[in-house]
């Protein structure tokens, strides 16, 4: 384990995480990744609101869906509710 | 040392005894399930409930591993929380019981011990804590239903100490204890009150690089019962471990200062000797058969036998130095186990104290007795075999067999 690690000691009982998720990037290991097709998507909001990670978020100034992908695991909720059918689930590829 | 309070004596059960001793406390939280021999414990308790008798949110739920994380999620958010439990519905509650303790919330449990299936049986044995040694819980067997009033006030003490924070569970032997009546002496519920306190939190340091009490609350969020992998599990495994170490320095003072109040001790808390000091010939053993025990030594010492009983009274943490020092001197040792570890060489207890005594210069020979399971009846006559063995064993220093079935048809 690395030098940075803290010991038995240095940490707070009961696992309580002293760091934010946040930084914890939980997308990294997915299989599929969703692709909106912008002609299709009428901006309806449904994939924002279901997104069980809160990977896809709402930026109403600029008009526009963003997905982080740092975080989206590839579970396939947007593609299937949305009702547009906008969404496809594609294989990630680097 | 001051007087012991004037008490009150009640005609109750062991059952009876612990849900006395819970409604003392003033439990914020019960969550509990029925299984015989437990049974009363919640049914008592429920009527406390109904009759207004206590403030505390009872809940009824499907099963006991719903009870017991019904229990963790409670303690967590600071509430005094209790439950009972036995055979299966302990069996049901394994995985929440590792839960519990790695979430150091101090939940305490009374146990009516019964034998597990299968067969079915519904009496008294040790199999079903025993079975729990490893899920991190400190483990305390009682003698009587005194013992079993008296030490779940002295649990909650224990569990919610700051540097302890860890769920326990009391032992008392199925209907021998759960379902007998006793004479039981009750402290005034203030002194009870006073002497359990309220409940202390450990600081923790959250995400937010706040150093907060630890405990579930909108207001100051945490994260709790996260993910640690390969990096930081094994950090939170060494902490529980300090907790245990935390217990044993503490159940001796706990011991102490309930007797300044109640005038009634237990050894020091963690083991319980009955004429042991001189005691050639040495008995170990864990919960009620104790009693029994204690009248065929007072019986063999008018006889001229120098016996003597070790009641181990904490099982974890294990007493290691004071099993050391009080068998030291015997010169042949037997030790009782109400429940099997199959294939194992002897049970649990006997595996603990001839570990116990490993490191010791010379080593007294030491037998095992695997008695009463599913509530064999253990009598005075049968028990009396054992002393019998011991003083040959002690007179011949040889061992035939090292592990006997007390009581079983052969």
Redesign the interface.
Known sequence: MSSKEKTWKEISIGAVCSKSSVGFMTGDWKTYMPVRDLEKCTTCLTCVMLCPEGAIRWHPEMSKIEFDFSFCKGCGICANECPTKAIKMKIEQE | MAKPVKQDTMALNGDEAVAYAAKQCEVDVVAAYPITPQTIIVEKFSEYVANGEVHTEFICTESEHSAITACLAAS?TGARTFTASASAGLALMHEMLFVTS????PVVMAVANRALSSPLNIHGDQSDSMAERDSGWIHIYVENAQEAYDAIIQAFKIAEDVGV?LPIMVGLDGFTLSHSLENVDVLPEDIVKQFVGERQL????????KTMP?KLDPENP?????I?F???Y???K??QE??MSNALKLIPEVNSSYAKVSGRSYGNGLIDAYKLDDAEIAVVCVGSTSGTLKVIIDELRQEGVKAGLLRLRTFRPLPVEELRNALKNAKAIAVMDKSMSFGGFGGAVFHEVRHSLYDLQTHPPIVNYIYGLGGRDSSPRELRKVFEELTNIAKTGHVESPVHYLGLRE
């Not at chain 2, 790695?102 to 919330?105: M, W």
């Not at chain 2, 450990?202 to 690089?209: A, F, I, Y």
């Not at chain 2, 945490?222 to 996260?226: D, I």
């Open positions: 967590v790695g979430s150091r919330a924070s450990p600081m923790v340091l959250t995400h937010e690089g630890f945490m994260t709790m019962g996260p640690a390969q990096n930081y094994f950090e939170f060494r902490q300090e907790g």
